[in-house]
C-alpha cells in the first residue's frame, strides 16, 4: 500500500521523519517547509503526489515518499534500540533549541551518549589537523579550564585540535563531538578509543545515519552543527585556508561569538586566526576572557573558573618550568634557554644567538625536550614548552 493511501495514525512519528530524511532532495528546509505545509511528517507522507509535485518536489523524491524503504527504517530502529543510542526529531522536546535558531537545522540528529548535554551551554573550539606542539598545548588548555566551570566543549573529533579539545575537556568535565559520518562510523579511526570515551562521558552526535561512511561532502555539513549547538566558537591554530575558518564563519553567520588565539607572525597556522581577528574575532589569550564576553549569556549556569595553574616564569626567566632542574645549573644549559623564545627557531639560529658549537646546542636541546622543557616545531626548529 502507498503512503499516500494509508491512514495518518497507521504512521509511527519517527518512520515518517525518517522517511522524508531519507527521501533524495529533502534537504533540511524543504523537510520544515513540508511539515509546517502538513501539520506532521505523517502529513506529508499522506500527501497526493500532484500535491507535493505542485510544491516543487522531483519525481524521485515523490516516489521514495510513496515507498519509503522499510527495510532500512528497521536497520536504523535497530541501531537506536541500542543502549545509549537516540534519535532526536526536530519536535522531541530534547533537540537542542539553539541549534533550532540557525538556518537549516538537521531534520533528525543521531547521538550515542547523553542527549540532554546538547542543550547545555557549549563553546565549540576548533582548528588545524597539524597543530604545533605549541598548538595542542593552548587548546588543551582552554578546552580544560572551560569544561572546568562547566561548559561543554564541542568539536569535530577530527586529528589535531579537535583531539585536543576533547581530550583536555574530558580531564574536567564533558564534551561533545559532531560527526561528519554515521554515529556508528569513526574517523579518523585513530580516534576510535576517543570516541568511546566521549560517547561515555558525554555525546557523539551526527545528522547523518547509521552505516555513512566519510565523505568529502558532509564535513561542511557537520560544521554548521558544530558552530549551531555553540555559544561561540573558539580557533586556536589554523592555516588561511583550514577547514576550521568555516565553522568560524558559519559562526559569525549564525551570529554566535568568534574567538581566535594569536600567534606568531612566523607561524603560518597562526595566519587563520590572525585573519579571524581582523573581520572582527575576539582576541583572547586565556579562558577567561571568552567567559567574560559569553557571561550575559550564562548567568547561573556555571561555576567559578579555577584560578590559573603557577607560572612557570617570564620570557626573560632563564630558568622558566624548571629547566634548571633537569639541566642542572649548567650555564650554558641556562644560555640556550634564554635563547629560546615560545615562537619556533631553527638550531642555526640558536647557534648564532649563544655562539656554542651545533654538536652541544643539538644534545642540550634533545635534553630539555626530554623533560618537557622544550617543544619540537615543524621544520626542525624548537621553542619553550608552555608546560
Request: glycine residues 12%; proline residues 10%; aromatic residues 4%.
Amino acid at each position: 500500500m502507498s503512503a499516500k493511501n494509508e491512514p495518518e495514525a497507521s504512521w509511527s512519528s519517527l518512520d515518517a521523519w525518517l522517511t522524508l530524511a531519507a527521501a533524495p532532495g529533502i534537504g533540511p528546509r524543504t523537510c520544515a517547509r513540508l511539515v509546517a505545509r502538513f501539520g506532521s511528517p505523517a502529513g506529508v507522507l499522506a500527501a497526493a503526489p500532484g500535491v507535493l509535485g505542485e510544491l516543487g518536489l522531483k519525481p524521485a523524491a515523490i516516489s521514495a515518499l510513496a515507498r519509503p524503504d522499510r527495510d532500512w527504517i528497521a536497520a536504523v530502529r535497530a541501531w537506536a534500540d541500542q543502549p545509549d543510542a537516540h534519535i532526536l526529531a526536530r519536535d522531541d522536546p530534547r533537540y537542542p533549541p539553539l541549534l533550532l535558531e540557525i538556518a537549516d537545522p538537521p531534520t533528525l540528529l543521531y547521538v550515542r551518549g547523553d542527549p540532554r548535554l546538547l542543550a547545555e551551554p557549549q563553546v565549540a573550539i576548533v582548528g588545524s589537523r597539524n597543530p604545533t606542539p605549541a598548538g595542542r598545548e593552548i587548546t588543551r588548555e582552554f578546552a580544560h579550564r572551560l569544561a572546568s566551570c562547566g561548559l561543554v566543549i564541542t568539536s569535530g573529533l577530527a586529528a589535531g585540535v579537535d583531539g585536543e579539545a576533547h581530550t583536555g575537556a574530558l580531564e574536567t568535565g564533558k564534551t561533545i563531538a559532531v560527526l561528519g559520518t554515521g554515529p556508528d562510523r569513526v574517523y579518523p579511526a585513530g580516534h576510535r578509543d576517543l570516541a568511546r570515551r566521549i560517547a561515555g562521558q558525554g555525546a557523539l552526535v551526527s545528522e547523518f545515519a547509521p552505516g555513512q561512511g566519510p565523505l568529502a561532502r558532509n564535513f561542511p555539513r557537520r560544521n554548521r552543527i558544530i558552530a549551531g549547538l555553540s555559544l561561540g566558537t573558539l580557533v586556536t591554530e589554523a592555516a588561511l585556508r583550514s577547514g576550521s575558518l568555516i565553522t568560524a564563519r558559519q559562526a559569525g553567520e549564525q551570529g554566535r561569538e568568534v574567538f581566535a588565539v594569536p600567534g606568531s607572525i612566523r607561524n603560518p597556522l597562526a595566519r587563520g586566526c590572525h585573519a579571524l581577528i581582523r573581520d572582527g574575532a575576539v582576541l583572547v589569550e586565556e579562558a577567561a576572557e571568552v567567559l567574560a564576553v559569553l557571561a550575559p549569556q550564562l548567568r547561573g549556569h556555571l561555576g567559578a573558573l579555577p584560578p590559573p595553574p603557577a607560572a612557570g616564569g617570564s620570557a626573560s626567566d632563564p630558568d622558566p618550568g624548571g629547566a634548571g632542574a633537569a639541566a642542572g645549573p649548567d650555564p650554558d644549559y641556562q644560555q640556550l634557554f634564554a635563547a629560546l623564545g615560545f615562537d619556533p627557531v631553527a638550531p642555526d639560529e640558536l647557534i648564532r644567538r649563544t655562539g656554542l658549537p651545533a654538536a652541544a646546542v643539538s644534545s642540550m636541546l634533545l635534553v630539555l625536550e626530554l623533560g618537557g622543557h622544550v617543544s619540537s616545531c615543524p621544520g626542525g626548529r624548537y621553542c619553550r614548552s608552555r608546560a
